[in-house]
């Protein structure tokens, strides 16, 4: 038998205890894979000439076929004299969403809860739910309040419909005076988005917020939200473990996402990126510290290391690399394991990525007619109305920071975009090529 010596013993332990950073993470060969080098490589150019023409500072873009990173790039600065890197930090904002849902999910397979369960049931304030319904111009009050035709479900927030919009809403349908009238009611109540310095808990927020009236009857709207904020809150009930502790525990750190977190430590500040305001035709400026408010929108910079940091936003409060947020979309293609560690069952994350929780209903806060709903997660049901998008059962999420990720099943594909670039809808037409030129890649 050989003998393993002291020296070698050490230094396997060495690099059990320290994995692999990001920064040093390589590609494979694309044509390993099946994809094509040359075609890869317009990605490289569609990118650098965004940044050419001070659309934005920076980006990563990572595409990964068959298990494998295909091509895993920086492009710009991360801050001013400071150039992107691998392993760069972003404010991921609403792709904090999917990573909450599996949260949920690894409780539902524990029997700890079911989704068809009344939020009710673990979070009290939610009993008797009114819902919001407007009366007609010059009414005084100009609304009524009318009971819920049900109870408000776990399936309802993980599916957004659970009328619970945010409050920044009414920037995206400033005709509609329902939106108006919840944002009045969010405001005086201190209904947080998540997205800047707050006081308190998340649980603290949550039972405020369930004792507002609902904007729509339980399950009759897709309506984007609040929701994910009552799902983190739902976990710590649940589990009677603090929203990162739990993330930290069951999901980071069996993935070996070491560079995830709710609020970074000091040592890893270097590495987050700058937020940058655009208009998308050369001028761009970095965002300063602190809150500010655009239109009824407020968001700040720095809500990830400054202030009280008791607030565990489970809609949009986490940080990561893109490639950890890489390896937990290959746990999800993978159908629930990555690595010998399994997360979820097959048949749980069929039913998160591949199943339509919607009906006729469609996901359209981020996207066009055709898409659906799983389970925290867009699923594309057909190519009718953007051809752009990829192949039917494509699922995907996306951060207001713009940063993005797509999973495409049929070709094994993954897709991460992360940039911190607001407002976050100029970068809907370069996500648009960027998939294009990543399935295009495809040549076996």
């Not at 205890?17 to 040093?24: F, K, L, M, R, T």
């Not at 419909?161 to 939106?179: E, I, R």
């Amino acid at each position: 038998m050989k003998l393993i010596t002291l020296p070698v013993f050490l230094l396997a332990v060495a690099l059990l205890a320290n994995p692999v950073a990001a920064e040093d993470v390589k590609a494979v060969r694309p044509e390993d894979v099946g994809v094509s080098s040359p075609r890869l490589e317009r990605i490289s150019d569609l990118i650098g000439s965004h940044i050419e023409e001070k659309k934005m500072a920076g980006a990563v873009v990572l595409v990964a076929r068959k298990g494998q990173i295909a091509y895993f790039e920086p492009f710009g600065q991360a801050d001013i004299g400071k150039p992107m890197r691998k392993d760069t930090m972003f404010r991921i904002a609403s792709m904090t969403k999917p990573l909450v849902s599996v949260a949920v999910l690894q409780l539902y397979e524990e029997g700890r809860l079911l989704l068809s369960d009344p939020v009710a049931k673990y979070i009290p304030e939610f009993a008797h739910a009114k819902v919001l319904e407007m009366l007609p111009d010059g009414s005084n009050p100009p609304f009524k309040l009318v009971p819920a035709k049900r109870d408000l479900t776990i399936k309802d927030l993980l599916t957004h419909t659970a009328g619970l919009p945010y409050s920044f809403a009414t920037d995206w349908y400033p005709k509609d005076p329902l939106y108006r009238q919840m944002h009045a009611l969010y405001q005086e109540a201190g209904i947080s988005n998540g997205l800047y310095e707050t006081e308190g808990t998340i649980g603290d927020m949550v039972k405020r917020l369930a004792r507002l009236p609902l904007s729509r009857q339980p399950g009759e709207a897709f309506e984007y939200g609040m929701a994910a904020d009552v799902q983190g809150y739902l976990v710590e009930v649940v589990s009677g473990m603090k929203l990162d502790d739990y993330m930290s525990e069951r999901i980071f750190k069996p993935l070996k996402m070491n560079d995830t977190y709710f609020f970074m430590p000091e040592s890893e500040l270097h590495r987050l990126s700058a937020l940058w305001k655009t208009d998308w035709h050369g001028n761009l400026e970095k965002v300063t510290d602190g809150p500010r408010q655009e239109g009824e929108y407020v968001y700040s910079a720095s809500y990830q290391y400054k202030g009280p940091k008791t607030f565990l936003s489970g809609g949009v409060g986490v940080t990561s690399t893109a490639y950890d947020y890489y390896r937990f979309c290959q746990m999800l293609l993978n159908k629930g394991e990555l690595d010998g560690m399994r997360l979820l069952s097959r048949k749980t994350v069929e039913l998160m990525t591949e199943t339509n929780h919607i009906g006729k209903l469609n996901a359209t806060t981020l996207h066009d007619d055709g898409w659906k709903f799983g389970l925290g997660v867009a699923i594309q049901a057909d190519r009718s109305h953007n051809v752009d998008s990829g192949d039917v059962g494509t699922f995907e999420w996306a951060g207001i920071f713009s940063t993005r990720f797509s999973v495409d099943p049929k070709e094994e594909k993954i897709t991460i975009f992360l940039s911190q670039t607001h407002p976050f809808n100029y970068h809907f037409d370069l996500w648009d090529k960027l998939l294009v030129l990543s399935s295009s890649s495809i040549a076996d």
